[in-house]
């Protein structure tokens, strides 16, 4: 089994509503994505799968979310924006993107910092 994984980032703001602290005001962060998939085995090439086209996949994911507040951004605008909510949205639309291809989709960190994020696998 081989896991590969790719790292791309965006920036945006948000709030945390019903929370209370200093993350109750709207304010930004570089937010750091880490997408690990599992793979079988390797093509003709000797390759699980294009990082290339890994790294597309979760650019077109992310692109909504870039220099957003994403307390305006669906569905996180229902559900609120945390970094647990981002990272399971990010998965879902990860994963239908990546349905068909010989990946699975096992994981998505999201970092609001360099030491403090999250990872969701269902």
């Given at each position: 089994?081989?896991?590969?994984?790719v790292?791309?980032?965006?920036?945006?703001?948000?709030?945390?509503?019903?929370?209370?602290?200093k993350?109750?005001?709207?304010?930004?962060?570089?937010?750091k994505?880490?997408?690990?998939?599992?793979?079988?085995?390797?093509?003709?090439?000797?390759?699980?799968?294009?990082?290339?086209?890994?790294?597309?996949?979760?650019?077109?994911?992310?692109?909504?979310?870039?220099?957003?507040?994403?307390n305006?951004?669906?569905?996180?605008?229902?559900?609120?924006?945390?970094?647990?909510?981002?990272a399971?949205?990010?998965?879902?639309?990860?994963?239908?993107?990546?349905?068909?291809?010989?990946?699975?989709?096992?994981n998505?960190?999201?970092?609001?910092?360099?030491?403090t994020?999250?990872?969701?696998?269902?």
């Amino acid at each position: 089994m081989y896991q590969l994984f790719v790292e791309e980032h965006f920036d945006a703001a948000h709030y945390l509503p019903n929370y209370r602290g200093k993350c109750e005001n709207l304010h930004g962060h570089r937010f750091k994505v880490v997408a690990r998939m599992e793979a079988a085995g390797l093509d003709e090439t000797g390759l699980a799968y294009d990082f290339a086209e890994l790294k597309r996949h979760l650019r077109e994911v992310l692109a909504r979310f870039d220099h957003a507040c994403l307390n305006n951004v669906a569905p996180l605008d229902q559900m609120g924006p945390s970094s647990e909510n981002i990272a399971a949205v990010i998965y879902g639309e990860l994963q239908d993107s990546l349905a068909g291809s010989p990946v699975k989709l096992v994981n998505v960190e999201v970092w609001e910092s360099p030491t403090t994020g999250v990872a969701y696998s269902p």
